[in-house]
């Protein structure tokens, strides 16, 4: 009995690491071709038109922030110095215990000023509206703090006065032409595409001066070299290609662009969500395909986002779990869109993908390896395939690593150096060994939080976004 | 010789996954040496690049004058690609005198003659390459090529030519669209549309007339929301006609061409726009109203003060508030007409132009015939930021801040 178990777990484990793999495999096929299509496009669109345009449609920024007082002044003043016709900046000071508010106050020269501010959709108190002396494009929100991103965001949703809303991490940094060329999308189609997201990259490492990059560096910390090849991963191959089906089903909270006339009406961001930017995303789609509207949810790969990515392996952790947390969380409330004829490809493929190869996948992986393991103890497999199924998992999956180098190297070429070339490509054969499997024992702890009902959310430790050079 | 069935089927597991290795293994090897391939060939083309940019860019007058025969560059595709891009690059930021000079080099060195040429025999991403650069020359000559591309079966190619049109700034420009329109109807993306448009026809906006009165809804919409950017003054009577008209973008095209073009009955003919029954029309002549700095607006956006929408009364009350000289008499108006939300609005607007402690002293020093009993009302309400008496409630329920 135990034997054929051993011998089902294993197939199944081979089955579900090959399929998974095949998966990734195609989506870098269609990543490389999309992104070189893209490429080529904007080749023949010059950003200046949209700046040149009378008609561009102004984007309201929402920018939360909770003690922030290390990175505020230099991250709203990067925000400001956005390349975008018209702008609108909105900072909400989520109940921050630290001086950000006297930090803005200190740099913005901020005065009070009474507003009609309309509850449209529900968020904490408001203690106090405050408009910039020094720009006056500039709104601060006081509010008290409700314990999450998603209330704060909620706030500035209502005060917000533009057709669009970009969602911003106050603490990340955003490049200079990123608004125009998240907007090249919703310029094509304004009728069709209802949110948009941007690519999220890691900041540590770079040289930053006065709020602006200065030059892209690899990080030194082995575990933020990894996280580097992880978000590429993530956001040049697997956003890239589920966009292309109109499957994306999530945009960064960090940098993310939306009709803010549809965000209102699902009524905002849901402010109990554990991971409300997926949150968000999951339940605009329900909207739409429910009220049977022809819609598109993109992906641009070249508006870029940089942020701070944990420095520790605790961090990281906690960073992890919350976000697997938020998964669990997401998918739970949505579990009725699965194969559903309304839902289309979301209920079909999108979302079985996100329960199967990411939700499951701690539980799968390692009970996998534990199984393979005992198999091999009892004599159930042979060791010769138990080598040989371990390195041929680890060789495909490095392709995938190297296929998101690539796609980087092919498009946007951020990193100049050799050196971090050379150090980024040595780290995608680390990324499946011992990371991927440290990574599924994170994920494991998240689940578990969430069973227990542990839903708390620990601020994660950050440097700031000061001026620092490269080594 | 085996058949694929068979010799899958004689593959035991463990022979299948070594094949499975190996194949992964030359997989990651041969995207290593691409990598590595790739970035050097790069590294060299870039340096080479860099260098001859250099040594073009000192012989540039040269160059443009013709001392340096065409013929020794323009058929090696790469010096002629560095020195179109250098030679456009210049021509955008040019003044008036220089950008004859290029043009006619341009010109002359046939630069010109080959885009024209590659727009009309090309396809694909080359064909789009030719069309934006010939956009980039602003060479009248250029728009039969660009008009024949607005015809291509490919969107991205029609967008190029759109766009390429739209940097002639032309009137001509403007005819070849506006005739591709009617002929095709709306078949690219309306915003690119809406720019060659304003960018073409800002010197003659008559020549939207024709089209805006004899085409379908959804594109008389898009051009007179160009005609609202680009009226002018001689447009007067086209501009009352269109504010009449049953579609409402069109109406709300026509406040902002009045607020533009600035007409002697504006005033008027937005102040019955500003009554509208759709919002959005009642919104844009509000805005309208409030850029033409007019006292002759003061009662049209007092009236819109206490509109049901809430945009409405927040550009109303900017519109009052910019004008600032008539800042305590438009209070006192605002305080009688008892509407506590337009006070609000009207509150918020002056607050973020900065503009509360200025009123406060107008009202301490003003005089006027009245103002005795107005004085101390309005210096309560300002200071209390609402009014004296209960008041009757308005449709939106907004949540007051209060200024700390």
């Known amino acids: 009995m135990i034997h054929h178990f051993l011998n089902l777990a294993n197939y199944t484990l081979f089955f579900y690491y090959l399929s998974g793999n095949l998966v990734y495999l195609l989506a870098l096929i269609i990543a490389l071709k999309t992104s070189a299509a893209h490429q080529r496009g904007i080749e023949s669109f010059r950003l200046r038109w949209i700046t040149e345009s009378p008609l561009a449609p102004p984007i309201t920024l929402l920018a939360p922030a909770h003690n922030e007082e290390k990175s505020i002044r230099v991250s709203i003043r990067n925000l400001l110095e956005l390349d975008y016709p018209e702008l609108e900046v909105i900072v909400i000071n989520d109940g921050s215990k630290d001086r950000t508010l006297q930090e803005l106050h200190d740099e913005f020269k901020l005065r009070p000023v009474r507003m009609v501010y309309v509850q449209e959709v529900p968020s904490a108190g408001i203690r106090g509206l405050y408009r910039s002396d020094a720009d006056p494009r500039l709104l601060v929100i006081d509010k008290e703090s409700a314990g999450s991103k998603a209330d704060a965001v909620n706030a500035g949703l209502n005060a917000a006065t533009s057709p669009y809303v970009c969602i911003v991490d106050s603490d990340s940094m955003l490049e200079r032409d990123s608004l125009l060329r998240i907007m090249v999308p919703v310029l094509a189609d304004p009728k069709r595409v209802v949110g948009v997201g941007g690519i999220i990259r890691i900041l540590n490492g770079s040289e930053i001066q006065g709020g602006q990059l200065i030059r892209v560096r690899l990080p030194r910390k082995s575990i933020e070299v990894i996280q580097v090849i992880e978000y590429l991963r993530a956001f040049l191959i697997g956003r890239e290609a589920w966009a292309q089906g109109n499957m994306m089903l999530i945009i960064s909270g960090a940098f993310g662009l939306f009709r803010t006339d549809l965000v209102r009406a699902i009524g905002g961001y849901r402010a109990k969500a554990i991971g409300e930017d997926f949150d968000l995303v999951a339940r605009l789609h329900r909207h739409l395909l429910e009220k049977g509207q022809e819609y598109r949810i993109q992906f641009v790969p070249d508006p870029v986002c940089w942020t701070e990515a944990p420095s520790d392996l605790k961090s990281l952790g906690r960073q992890r779990a919350r976000w697997h947390k938020g998964l669990l969380d997401t998918l739970l409330p949505n579990a009725d869109m699965l194969f559903r004829s309304p839902y289309g490809r979301v209920g079909a493929l999108a979302l079985p993908y996100l329960w199967v190869y990411e939700l499951f996948a701690p539980i799968i992986e390692l009970l996998g390896i534990a199984t393979i393991i005992i198999a091999a103890i009892l004599g159930d497999l042979s060791r010769e395939f138990f080598i040989q199924f371990m390195i041929f998992g680890y060789a495909f999956a490095t392709v995938i690593s190297i296929g998101a180098v690539l796609q980087e190297e092919l498009t946007y070429k951020r990193y100049s150096d050799w050196q971090d070339v050379a150090r980024l490509v040595t780290y995608c054969f680390f990324e499946h060994f011992p990371y991927r499997q440290l990574h599924m024992v994170w994920r494991l702890q998240g689940l578990w939080q969430y069973l227990r009902g542990d839903m708390s959310w620990k601020p994660l430790e950050r440097k700031g976004l000061h001026t620092t050079t490269a080594p | ?404």
């Open chain 2, 1 to 404: 010789m085996a058949s694929g069935f068979e010799i899958l089927h004689r593959l035991e597991p463990s022979a299948f996954v070594f094949k499975a290795i190996i194949g992964a293994i030359a997989a990651d090897v041969l995207l290593l040496a691409f990598i590595l391939l790739r970035r050097s060939y790069r590294m060299h083309y870039f340096r080479k690049r860099d260098a001859r940019v250099f040594e073009l860019r000192q012989q540039w007058d040269a160059l443009i004058s013709g001392e340096i025969p065409f013929e020794t560059w323009r058929t090696k595709s790469f010096d002629r690609r560095i020195i179109e891009d250098m030679a456009l690059d210049a021509f955008e930021a040019a003044a008036a005198d220089q950008s004859a000079r290029l043009l006619k080099f341009l010109r002359t060195s046939g630069l010109i003659e080959k885009r024209i040429f590659e727009a009309r025999k090309l396809k694909g991403w080359r064909r789009r390459t030719a069309l934006v650069a010939l956009g980039r020359t602003r060479a009248p000559e250029g728009i039969p090529a660009l008009s024949e591309a607005l015809r291509d079966h490919d969107p991205e190619a029609r967008n190029a030519a759109l766009r390429g049109l739209g940097r002639l700034g032309s009137p001509e420009a403007a005819e070849e669209i506006l005739h591709w329109l009617a002929e095709s109807g709306l078949n690219v993306p309306i915003l690119p549309l809406q720019n060659a448009l304003i960018n073409c026809s800002r010197e003659r906006p008559q020549i939207l007339l024709p089209y805006l009165q004899l085409a379908g809804p959804q594109l008389r919409e898009v051009l007179a929301r160009v005609l609202g950017e680009v009226a002018s003054t001689s447009l007067g009577a086209e501009l009352i006609g269109m504010a009449d008209d049953e579609l409402p973008e069109l109406r709300a095209a026509a406040a902002r061409a009045l607020s533009n073009a600035q007409p002697g009955h504006a005033v008027e003919v937005l102040g019955e726009l500003s009554r509208d029954v759709v919002w959005f029309v009642r919104l844009r002549a509000v805005v309208a109203i409030g850029k033409l700095y007019d006292k002759k607006a003061i009662p049209h956006l007092i009236k819109s003060l206490t509109d049901s929408n809430r945009l409405v009364r927040m550009r109303a009350a900017e519109g009052l508030v910019d004008l600032k000289s008539e800042l305590v008499s438009i209070f006192a108006q605002v305080v009688k007409t008892h509407d506590r939300y337009g006070l609000h609005a009207f509150l918020a607007a002056l607050e973020n132009a900065d503009l509360r402690n200025r009123l406060d002293a107008e009202i301490r020093q003003a005089a006027y015939s009245g103002i005795e009993e107005d004085r101390e009302e309005l210096l309560v309400v300002l200071s209390a930021g609402k009014l004296t008496e209960p008041q009757t409630a308005t449709p939106a329920q907004p949540i007051e801040t209060a200024a700390q």
